[in-house]
């Protein structure tokens, strides 16, 4: 089955500095890549997604780029703000049918 | 957005009670939803994925006789924790699928149920 790495499980930035979290895949067949934000107790929050057939793709402040050949993704936040504090995780699967498998996650703390 | 509706959000129960926790999608039919268990500072895993109208499919080492997972509409799926114990403490949590979706870009999570067994 799909094992999804992620590092690092934790990450200290000041407000205003750029965030990068990766992760690792090793399911050749996975084809679609979110990353959810977790704040304690609640759901996950969909921030952004990328396909296998793109290899980067940008929302405002948060983009993601995916290498499929070195089958690994990051997440970048950039101007990071205190509000963006929370657990992020990545994830992987293949299509309909299957589950998404989570990476362990990253606590990342902005500091004003 | 499509909204994913999980009840209770809160449940203490003594050890050796059952639990019922319902994941209802409100706006949309879902063929398959997840059951997954989140333990504190931990990811999400997951436990069984459940289609309308069949049994479960449960990951390993997750006891189908103690999780016992219900799909009987289109719009709604249960989990039972039979005999909890402490152990079973966890936030729980759905995500279901909107029918007909070819990939997991349609999935939508429950706002998850924390499990205390005393």
């Known amino acids: 089955g799909e094992n999804v790495e992620q590092h690092p499980s934790t990450l200290s930035v000041q407000e205003g500095d750029s965030a990068v979290i990766k992760c690792t895949y090793s399911?050749?067949?996975?084809?679609?890549f979110p990353w959810y934000k977790q704040e304690l107790g609640k759901r996950p929050q969909l921030i952004i997604d990328?396909?296998?057939?793109?290899g980067e793709k940008k929302d405002q402040r948060i983009a993601v780029t995916l290498n499929k050949t070195a089958k690994h993704f990051s997440l970048h936040i950039t101007e990071t703000q205190p509000e963006d504090s929370a657990v992020y995780f990545c994830?992987?699967?293949?299509?309909?049918?299957?589950?998404?498998?989570f990476g362990k996650g990253t606590s990342l703390l902005v500091t004003p | 957005g499509a909204v994913v509706s999980q009840h209770p959000s809160r449940v203490i129960c003594k050890s050796g009670t059952s639990v019922k926790i319902e994941c209802r999608s409100l706006?949309?039919?879902?063929?398959?939803m997840f059951w997954y268990r989140q333990f504190p500072k931990q990811s999400l895993m997951l436990m069984a994925t459940?289609?309308?109208?069949?049994?479960?499919?449960?990951e390993q080492g997750v006891e189908k006789d103690k999780f016992l997972i219900n799909h009987a509409s289109l719009t709604l799926s249960t989990l039972t924790v039979t005999s909890a114990h402490p152990e079973d403490s966890s936030f729980y949590i759905c995500?279901?699928?909107?029918?007909?979706?070819?990939?997991?870009?349609?999935?939508?999570f429950g706002s998850g149920t924390q499990l205390s067994v005393l």
């Open positions: 399911d050749s067949a996975s084809n679609y």
């Open positions: 706006d949309f039919q879902a063929t398959t």
């Open positions: 459940s289609n309308e109208g069949s049994k479960a499919t449960y």
């Open positions: 995500s279901a699928r909107v029918s007909g979706a070819e990939s997991n870009e349609k999935l939508f």
């Open positions: 994830a992987a699967s293949r299509n309909s049918g299957y589950a998404l498998n």
């Open positions: 990328i396909r296998s057939n793109v």
